[in-house]
């Protein structure tokens, strides 16, 4: 898509899957929070009640991380090995599973102990609802659809876009991600300001969350789960969710796991009566553990997936060289 190497980028993709297993997010100067922190003070320049503004604001960040990223990739070209560590940094920098995994098993401590308190503040780190307004079974559902949902754009959509579009794609796709979440929800304010980073969220998500269905449908036996329900749940459900892509991988994971998500969901701006994915009981903390297990292994999976991608997708253009 962008630019070139097999092998380096094959490499610098494992190396960051390793480097995120084993140290999950930075706490302190994360480069995705520093992002976020030039996007608000350019926001603050470039705010309008508008689409036109919003599109313009999206363009110029997604634009600059792009053209980072193409001078990363290329000012190392002759060197494989600068190469494999440009793409390594920067799919480290992108993925969130392990960071994923590990809030997702401890929002599951918390509601075993019936420590509700900590449970809500917990909450915020794994989605933007209002935790003050949910009881123990609402913190496990929105825990678990956090997980079912950031699965795809935590990690499957970043190994897709790396193994794709290199250094330029993962940024670009890690940016779109970051802006869609600070401007990219329906509130009055950023209803028309926002407008341009949700659309193009959707976009850049659209095809990883139905790698990610057809993975956890994949992945569903490591749970005990059904993949014939995932894939059930997937097509007959996902459809009616007011996301394009969420409602695919909180489908799926609903099937698979033999539970069902979905019903009044309170933000900050409003409260959203969301469809029911899934046909059996409410979730638990028991349920919130093994889609973690069944997020992991999905991660697991993509990342073989990227590898061959990678591999796969540079080596086919010299298939059938000139004669």
């Known amino acids: 898509m962008f630019a070139p190497s097999s092998r380096p980028r094959a490499a610098g993709i494992a190396a960051g899957c390793v480097a995120d297993a084993l140290f999950g997010d930075p706490r302190r100067g994360h480069p995705v929070a520093l ?8 926001e603050r320049r470039t705010y309008a009640d508008t689409r036109a503004a919003g599109a313009l604001h999206t363009a110029a ?14 000012a190392p070209r002759r060197a494989a090995p600068a190469t494999a560590v440009t793409t390594a940094a920067s799919v480290f920098v992108a993925l969130g599973g392990t960071s994923l995994a590990r809030t997702g098993n401890q929002m599951a401590r918390h ?20 935790p003050a307004a949910l ?15 950031n699965t795809s754009d935590a990690h499957v959509a970043p190994l897709l876009w790396a193994a794709v579009g290199g250094v330029p794609g993962v940024l670009l796709y890690r940016g779109a991600n970051t802006l869609d979440a600070m401007i990219g929800h329906r ?32 992945c569903a036996p490591v749970v005990g789960g059904s ?30 796991l033999g539970v069902r998500l979905g019903g009044p969901t309170q933000y900050a701006h409003e ?25 992991r292994a999905v991660q697991v999976a993509a990342a ?20």
Not at 308 to 319: D, K, W
């Open 111 to 130: 509601l075993d102990r019936g420590d509700l308190q900590a449970a809500r503040r917990l909450l915020p780190a794994l989605c933007g609802r209002d």
């Open 135 to 149: 009881d123990e079974a609402g913190l496990a559902r929105a825990a678990l659809e956090s997980v079912a949902e």
């Open 187 to 218: 509130s009055p304010y950023y209803l028309r300001f926002g407008w341009a980073a949700a659309r193009f969220d959707d976009a850049a998500n659209y095809l990883a969350a139905r790698v990610t269905a057809v993975l956890v449908a994949l």
């Open 227 to 256: 993949p014939v329900a995932a894939l059930q749940a997937w097509k007959r459900d996902a459809r009616r969710h007011p996301s394009p892509n969420a409602g695919v991988a909180e489908a799926a994971f609903a099937g698979a």
């Open 61 to 74: 960040l997604l634009g600059a991380l792009t053209l980072l990223g193409i001078a990363a990739e290329r």
């Open 35 to 42: 992002f976020g922190s030039a996007a608000a003070a350019l």
């Open 304 to 323: 073989s997936a990227a590898l061959g991608l990678s591999v796969v997708g540079r080596s086919g253009r010299r298939a059938c060289p000139p004669s």
């Open 271 to 295: 409260l959203q009566i969301r469809p029911m994915l899934g046909d059996g009981p409410p979730p638990q903390a028991s349920d919130l553990r093994r889609a973690v297990r069944l997020s």
